[in-house]
């Protein structure tokens, strides 16, 4: 299994710009998630999915989309980008239900976005 | 959410055992405590989770107080590559949707020397 997986690993946008992050896992998990993470501090979650067609805001929604069509797939989408989205972005995925009772997350590796 | 606190930093040396504290004293009885780490330049990866009992895998342990109120990610052999950030989350599990989400705080940055 690749895991999950994030593309493009860097890149460098102008203000106004929009952009799309792309996420995919291929292990069949239910929940997906978005968090970014600015230097010195923790992650934030921005939206997460518990499934194909069902998207919810986290703690930092605001100047982001999601949509979630496949199981696999949960790109974030930058609508206006603007220097405080500057951060390294990761997506995340897990199994969801009550049967599985620590549901492990698993991260991808990051985007790491510059906006000028 | 119940929170946690941990210490900013810890230092280890090399092949030495590494107690990394974690309080939460308003965790709830549905609470299970996950221990995450972020290596340098990438994304955290699971270390260990447990509700009540002392719990060991392969890559730590985790000793848990009796009253809930703390626990301890234990490393019994500090290599190098465990050099990262240490994050201690509380998770309540018993509902679905939103509860799968993880609540970071900034952790605690554990330096290895040799």
């Known amino acids: 299994n690749a895991g999950v997986t994030q593309t493009p690993k860097f890149q460098v946008l102008k203000t106004g710009q929009s952009m799309t992050l792309q996420c995919a896992q291929d292990?069949?998990?239910?929940?997906m998630s978005w968090y970014r993470q600015d230097p010195g501090m923790g992650l934030r979650l921005i939206h997460y999915?518990?499934?194909?067609?069902?998207?919810d805001q986290g703690e930092v929604p605001n100047g982001y989309n999601v949509s979630r069509s496949t199981t696999e797939d949960f790109p974030l989408r930058l609508l206006s980008a603007a220097p405080s989205q500057t951060s390294v972005y990761f997506c995340?995925?897990?199994?969801?239900?009550?049967?599985?009772?620590?549901?492990?997350?698993?991260f991808g590796p990051g985007t790491r976005l510059t906006v000028l | 959410d119940a929170k946690t606190t941990q210490p900013n930093s810890m230092e280890s040396n090399e092949e030495e055992p590494v107690h990394l504290p974690c309080n939460h004293s308003?965790?709830?009885?549905?609470?299970?405590i996950h221990w995450y780490r972020q290596l340098p330049s990438q994304g955290p990866e699971y270390v260990i989770h447990g509700l009540t009992s002392n719990v060991n895998n392969r890559m730590a342990s985790l000793a848990i107080a009796e009253d809930r109120k703390s626990s301890t990610l234990i490393l019994h052999r500090a290599t190098l590559r465990d050099a990262a950030v240490y994050y201690c989350i509380l998770r309540d599990v018993t509902s679905g949707g939103s509860n799968y989400k993880l609540t970071f705080g900034k952790g605690t940055l554990l330096t290895v020397n040799p």
């Open positions: 999915s518990v499934g194909a067609g069902i998207t």
């Open positions: 308003t965790i709830s009885g549905t609470d299970y």
């Open positions: 292990m069949n998990h239910e929940y």
């Open positions: 995340a995925s897990s199994y969801s239900g009550l049967a599985v009772t620590y549901n492990e997350q698993f």
